[in-house]
């Protein structure tokens, strides 16, 4: 009967043999169950393309709604314009109306009498105080004599003969008085143009 210390000796002596199973198929059986413990589960790859349309979707949602306001800001600008311009229209053609009643008072008042000074000065009063409502919106008075005919600024009415040459073409005379709004003519002067030639109406400038 052997000793364990000769025992240990034998098993000392006995290579331990390790066995390898290099097949193809046990290979791939290896790979398999790697990429499978790699593999994401099947519903969640399902939830990340739902997430990644849902994503696509919001942002072409968002990108359409950021359009619409832009293009409703720009109507909103367009009407307030057009509503602006309209209320500034209609506002001009009011005060047009407004300044035959001007022109009445100025009649007026050329035509008193002499003896009628306290009249005439109640007249002047209501004149100058209606002058100054229009001149809170703007509107003045255009000073003409003197200047060139301009078919924008004056509405020649009739030419007189002048004797000075430097006066053809010059308003000698207003029979209505011009107005204008800002840089705007609201009404024409009508006036007299003097005329050194013998010519008629001077065209316009």
Known sequence: MKTPDEKDQKDAKDPVVRVVDRRWSARGETTEA????GRKPTYIEELEQRLAANTSEL????????????????????????????????KRALIADLLDVVDNLDRAIGSAAPAEQSFLRGVELVRDQFVSKLQAFGVARMSVIGQLFDAVKHEAVSTAPVEDPAQDGTIIAVLKEGYAIGDDVLRPASVVVGRADGNGVPSAT
Do not use: P
């Open 59 to 90: 942002q072409r949602v968002m990108t359409e709604h950021r359009r619409s306001l832009e293009e409703f800001e720009q109507v909103k600008i367009r009407l307030r314009r057009d509503v602006g311009r309209e209320v500034e229209r209609g």
């Open 34 to 37: 790697s990429a499978a413990a």
